[in-house]
């Protein structure tokens, strides 16, 4: 029963945080064919292990969490007297439990319409915490979470290396990759880029991507906190 709350309600919710974790509207766009693809697979086909894995290589944190809301929902579901079985072929290969078609078939069955509401509010509330939850992980734990100031100390390194803070005209991030744009590329410093211990750099027409997994958005928000001080206007 819980693989219901899961597929239809849960990682949708965590997906759409996702794609609205990346920062630039223009670049968001070129994203909501995959994500809402992803989306929609959860929803259908009820399989969780894709959204398991992109959590075990890129947010080990946050796979954490599924994991216990995943356990506790075993138990919330079964306080409230709500069972929902499959259908089931004879394959493990099509044995899909909690996809939205064995749901709206079960719909039919008047027996089951306790257990199909309770899976209904129960998915809604889920839905709401994994979309917090998602968008806190990205925006704030991802990246030095215990306040060392290993943020503050590579984002400065970063600004250094793109030329400084006057050569930096925007910056966008997606959950896994941060994009800086520059004014000019002839200031960046190639030697002091090697020394961030980033995994990924590329250099576009506008600036440089940095290929840095979860930490991008944390790192984008606290270099435009650095360039917005290190910009304003100094009054007597």
Do not use: W
Not at 4 to 20: D, E, T
Not at 60 to 88: K, M, Q, R
Not at 106 to 122: D, E, G, K, M, P
């Amino acid at each position: 029963t819980p693989y219901y709350v899961l597929n239809m309600f849960a990682i949708p919710a965590a997906y759409f945080a996702l794609y609205r974790t990346t920062s630039n509207r223009k670049a968001r766009h070129k994203t909501i064919i995959f994500y809402f693809g992803a989306m929609l697979m959860s929803f259908v086909c009820g399989n969780p292990l894709i959204f398991e894995l992109v959590l075990l290589f890129t947010a080990p944190l946050l796979l954490v969490f599924h994991l216990l809301a995943s356990a506790s929902l075993f138990g919330i579901l079964s306080l409230n007297n709500a069972f929902l079985g499959f259908n089931y072929s004879g394959s493990t290969i099509s044995a899909m439990p909690g996809s939205f078609a064995d749901f709206i078939i079960n719909v039919r069955v008047s027996q089951f319409a306790h257990s199909l509401l309770v899976i209904v509010l129960v998915g809604i509330i889920f839905a709401i915490i994994y979309f917090l939850a998602t968008r806190a992980y990205f925006e704030f734990l991802a990246y030095d979470m215990v306040s060392t100031n290993k943020a503050e100390s590579l984002s400065r390194k970063m600004i250094e290396a793109c030329g400084g803070e006057r050569n930096i005209a925007d910056t966008i991030s997606t959950p896994f990759v941060l994009e800086i744009k520059l004014y000019d590329l002839e200031l960046v410093s190639y030697d002091k880029i090697k020394s961030l211990a980033v995994k990924k750099v590329t250099e576009t027409k506008d600036g440089l991507e940095f290929s840095m997994g979860s930490p991008s958005t944390i790192i984008r928000k606290r270099i435009n906190k650095i360039l917005s001080s290190e910009r304003r206007p100094i009054h007597d």
